[in-house]
């Protein structure tokens, strides 16, 4: 694969104002929320639905939106220099699209901190959140922060780079995967009587969590097979292990949906009787 050709390389030019992205980015998600999602927006969206929610609900309610709306906007800015870093042709110092200013590193580092504050945000905001969630975003948050931290010590990490970039690959897949599931909790907050209706999408992010938990392991070990040489010791003993316990949460999130997808039959078949 491409990924075992890129050099040992800075991440961007950007990685020192690393902290200065991530508070302007929590400052972004703050005037968002407040401001337009509970300003006004989700009342007008919903109406009463969300104005008698209680506040536990509607505390996730809002984060679903924010966390939802944050992985479509990373998805769509950083989908190309993801895919061209990792799989075609291009490396972090690579002009993003022709720019003479701007490279793949300056919008991958960008995209990581926001996915990073989104956790950050919803480990903060969330008033009630599963331990299982909590460790899958603590672990999130701080690998994501690490492979950053790494690249400023390139003459004694030899495997920052790679490590960087699968990173990257752990991140496309979380955000691909685990779209649906905010849909569809939003879904579920807005439509609870529709018992049909919520079956199928149960179902559906059931089977799209675990399909996308199984093609994160093949193709994240197919990698990291694929640099064996080029890994330390302590990456090839902490990466399959950090992924398992990743794989196990996401399998977690997807037995939950298969519950609420049996919750649901359970109550189409009352009704029915």
Not at 70 to 95: E, G, Q
Not at 194 to 207: E, K, N, T, Y
Not at 232 to 242: C, G, Q
Request: hydrophobic letters at 50%; glycine letters at 4%.
């Amino acid at each position: 694969p491409h990924i075992t050709h890129v050099p040992l390389q800075s991440i961007s030019a950007l990685a020192p104002f690393s902290a200065l992205i991530i508070s302007v980015i929590f400052v972004v998600y703050f005037l968002i929320r407040f401001y337009f999602l509970e300003g006004f927006l989700l009342k007008k969206l919903y109406g009463e639905i969300y104005t008698q929610m209680n506040e536990c609900t509607r505390r996730g309610f809002v984060n679903h939106h924010i966390a939802g709306a944050t992985k479509i906007l990373i998805l769509i800015i950083a989908a190309y220099p993801f895919v061209d870093v990792a799989f075609v042709h291009a490396d972090l110092h690579t002009p993003f699209a022709g720019s003479k200013y701007v490279t793949m590193g300056d919008i991958l580092i960008v995209a990581a901190q926001m996915l990073i504050a989104m956790y950050v945000f919803e480990l903060f905001y969330r008033p009630k959140i599963s331990p299982v969630s909590v460790g899958h975003h603590i672990g999130t948050i701080i690998i994501g922060q690490a492979a950053i931290a790494i690249n400023f010590r390139l003459a004694w990490e030899k495997d920052a780079t790679i490590e960087f970039i699968l990173c990257t690959v752990w991140g496309a897949f979380d955000i691909i995967s685990e779209f649906l599931p905010h849909v569809s909790i939003i879904l579920y907050r807005v439509y609870p009587e529709s018992h049909h209706f919520l079956r199928r999408i149960f179902a559906i992010s059931c089977i799209t969590t675990f399909t996308g938990t199984i093609l994160e392991t093949i193709v994240t070990m197919w990698l990291f097979g694929s640099l064996w040489t080029r890994w330390t010791t302590a990456f090839k003993v902490t990466t399959p292990m950090l992924h398992t316990l990743f794989a196990a949460a996401q399998l977690w999130g997807s037995w939950n949906f298969y519950r609420m997808y049996q919750r649901q039959k359970r109550m189409i078949a009352e009704e029915d009787r």
